[in-house]
C-alpha cells in the first residue's frame, strides 16, 4: 500500500527555494557594499570549508553542484578583486586551481563582527533550542539529498 503525500512536504519544499532566492537577495544586498554578491561569497566558502589544498575549477563546480564554467566566470571575478588566484596546476597544465589571497583572509577578519551580527539578525526569531533542532534537521536532509544527488549522477534514479 503507497503512503499519502503529507502536504506539508510540497510546503517545505518550496519554502526551500523560496527561502534560497530570499537569503541570496539578503546576502547580495549585504555583500554590495563591498563588491561581493552570495555567489562569490559561496565560492570562497567552499574553498575554505572543503579544501586543505587549492581545489580545481572542476572540484568546486562539483561541490557545489554546478558546472565549471560558471564557476571560472566567479573565480574571474574574485581573482580581479583579488580574493582567490587562478593559477595552473604544476602536474597538469590543463588544470586551474583556486588559491585563497592574503587579501581574503583580512577582509573576512575585518568584517567578522559585522558578518556575526548579520548571521545572528537571519535566525533572531528562534530559540536556542530551535536552532539546535533546525540545524540537526537540516544535516539530516542534506545526508538524504546528498545520497539522492550521488544516485542520480551515476544514473541510479
Do not use: C, H
Request: aromatic share 10%.
Amino acid at each position: 500500500m503507497e503512503k499519502i503525500i503529507r502536504p506539508e512536504l510540497f510546503e517545505i519544499f518550496g519554502k526551500i527555494f523560496f527561502l534560497n532566492n530570499r537569503l541570496g537577495y539578503l546576502g547580495d544586498n549585504e555583500l554590495r557594499k563591498d563588491d561581493l554578491t552570495t555567489k562569490q561569497w559561496q565560492l570562497i566558502a567552499a574553498i575554505g570549508k572543503y579544501f586543505t589544498y587549492p581545489p580545481s575549477i572542476s572540484e568546486i563546480a562539483e561541490v557545489l553542484s554546478t558546472t565549471r564554467q560558471n564557476i571560472k566566470q566567479i573565480a574571474l571575478k574574485l581573482q580581479e578583486k583579488e580574493f582567490i588566484a587562478i593559477e595552473k596546476d604544476q602536474k597538469d597544465k590543463r588544470v586551474l586551481r583556486l588559491r585563497l589571497t592574503e587579501k581574503n583572509r583580512r577582509y573576512w577578519e575585518s568584517n567578522k563582527d559585522e558578518d556575526e551580527a548579520f548571521i545572528r539578525s537571519l535566525f533572531n526569531s528562534l530559540t536556542d533550542n530551535e536552532i539546535k533542532e533546525l540545524y540537526y534537521l537540516l544535516n539530516k536532509l542534506e545526508e538524504n539529498i546528498n545520497q539522492m544527488y550521488d544516485n542520480a549522477k551515476k544514473g541510479l534514479i
